[in-house]
């Protein structure tokens, strides 16, 4: 076995604090460095989905109080027309001779599939970036779509 002992000679500065020097060396310059400063150097970094790799995405951007508000504002109005409309459809059930609970039932699970999927639609204009993924628009079709189909079975008995 060899007997490994730091010699005198050797300048490896191993470990060493910040603050610390190390001892003098003699260095070769890093031919692999670049000699003067990027024009990217100075610039501010954007943050962008893709970015170089990806241009032809948009940039994320945050969501305004506003965009927020009129999507809160045409939630309400879909809303309050689904309700008539379930009304309508509970009424032309009744008509039909279905059953007043089955009916009501039928509505009830109508207004919830159109409202589940109107939050979907809104919420996908007001930042599809931000909002248009699965975990976010897949739940809210798949519980609309579910409401809707249940609620023609159950107009049906």
Avoid: C
């Avoid at 409309?85 to 008509?95: E, F, G, M, S, T």
């Amino acid at each position: 076995m060899q007997d490994q002992k730091a010699s005198p000679t050797t300048t490896d500065p191993g470990f060493k604090l910040p603050g610390q020097t190390a001892p003098a060396a003699p260095t070769a310059p890093q031919d692999s460095m670049p000699k003067t400063t990027p024009d990217t150097a100075n610039q501010p970094v954007e943050i962008a989905p893709g970015g170089a790799t990806n241009p032809s995405a948009a940039p994320l951007r945050d969501t305004s109080g506003r965009d927020l508000a009129i999507g809160g504002a045409v939630l309400l109005v879909l809303l309050v027309i689904y309700f008539f409309v379930r009304n309508a459809y509970v009424h032309h059930l009744v008509v039909k001779r279905v059953a007043p609970s089955a009916a009501g039932s039928a509505g009830w699970l109508m207004f919830v599939g159109l409202a589940f999927l109107s939050f979907a639609a809104v919420l996908a204009i007001i930042n599809a970036a931000k909002y248009l993924t699965l975990a976010i628009t897949g739940p809210l079709v798949v519980i609309g779509v579910v409401a809707l189909i249940a609620a023609l079975f159950i107009g049906r008995r």
